[in-house]
C-alpha cells in the first residue's frame, strides 16, 4: 500500500471522548491507536452512523497531563474490524511540536 503521509506516525493506547459536530448527541469515548502531526486513528466501539466526512472533536486524557488535550479534525474514513470501528482523522492545524510531544 502506498503511504503518502507527510508525517510519520506512532503507536499510542490514548484513551478519548469524541464529539461529532453535525450529530445531536454524537459522542462517545475511543482510544487513539496512532498519532502522527497531521492526522490520528481512533478506534471506537459503535459506529453511531457516524460518517466519513464529519467534523470530529477529540479531548484526549493524558496521564501526565491535568487537562485533556483538544484537538480536532474531518474524519476522512471508517471501516470495521471485528466488533470495532477504525477512524481515520486528519487534523484541522498540523500539531506543534509542544502538543506532539505531549501525546508522545
Known amino acids: 500500500m502506498d503511504d503518502r503521509r ?35 486513528a481512533i478506534k471506537f466501539s459503535k459506529h453511531e452512523n457516524i460518517n466519513a466526512g464529519s467534523n470530529i472533536h477529540l479531548e484526549v486524557t493524558v496521564p501526565t497531563e491535568l487537562e485533556p488535550i483538544i484537538i480536532r479534525g474531518v474524519l476522512k474514513h471508517i471501516k470495521q474490524e471485528g466488533d470495532d470501528f477504525i477512524g ?5 492545524e498540523v500539531l506543534d511540536e509542544v502538543t506532539f510531544g505531549r501525546l508522545g
Not at 493506547?13 to 469524541?18: P, S, V
Not at 459536530?21 to 454524537?26: D, I, N, Q, S
Not at 481515520?88 to 484541522?92: H, M, P, R, S
Open 6 to 40: 507527510r508525517f510519520g506516525r506512532f503507536d499510542a493506547q490514548l484513551e478519548a471522548h469524541y464529539f461529532i459536530k453535525e450529530k445531536k448527541g454524537g459522542s462517545g469515548k475511543c482510544t487513539i491507536i496512532d498519532v502522527g502531526r497531521k492526522g490520528v
Open 88 to 92: 481515520g482523522v486528519e487534523l484541522n
